[in-house]
């Protein structure tokens, strides 16, 4: 391969992958999005969660993100091997649940 073959292999793969787009994460409008609010005490979060499978809150306009290990009104207890004095109950409200829930876990 001669070294103009190189370049132009090397100038149209650069080229396509300046052309592609770029994801862009949104927790606020994505089609999975669900807002709520989490109460921790007298602290109360903006929410967003992506799916109730994944077990995770994001908190809006911020990195955190409350790791949920157990839901006990719909049975769920995961993450065994946590330390029981890092975990916090908190309350989660929903539309999509309906209802505000329990939630056990801890902020990362």
């Known amino acids: 391969m001669n070294l103009r073959h190189k370049f132009v292999t090397a100038s149209v793969a650069l080229a396509a992958v300046a052309a592609a787009p770029t994801a862009l994460a949104d927790p606020i409008n994505g089609h999975?999005?669900?807002?709520?609010?989490?109460?921790?005490?007298?602290?109360?979060?903006?929410?967003?969660?992506?799916?109730?499978?994944?077990?995770?809150?994001?908190?809006?306009?911020?990195?955190?993100?409350?790791?949920v290990k157990s839901v006990p009104a719909f049975g769920i207890n995961v993450g065994g091997g946590i330390p029981s004095k890092m975990l916090q109950s908190c309350t989660l409200d929903e539309p999509s649940i309906g209802f505000p829930v329990t939630v056990i876990g801890l902020f990362t």
């Open 32 to 67: 999975n999005s669900t807002p709520g609010t989490l109460t921790c005490g007298q602290s109360v979060y903006p929410t967003t969660s992506g799916s109730f499978a994944a077990l995770a809150i994001q908190v809006v306009g911020s990195t955190r993100v409350f790791v």
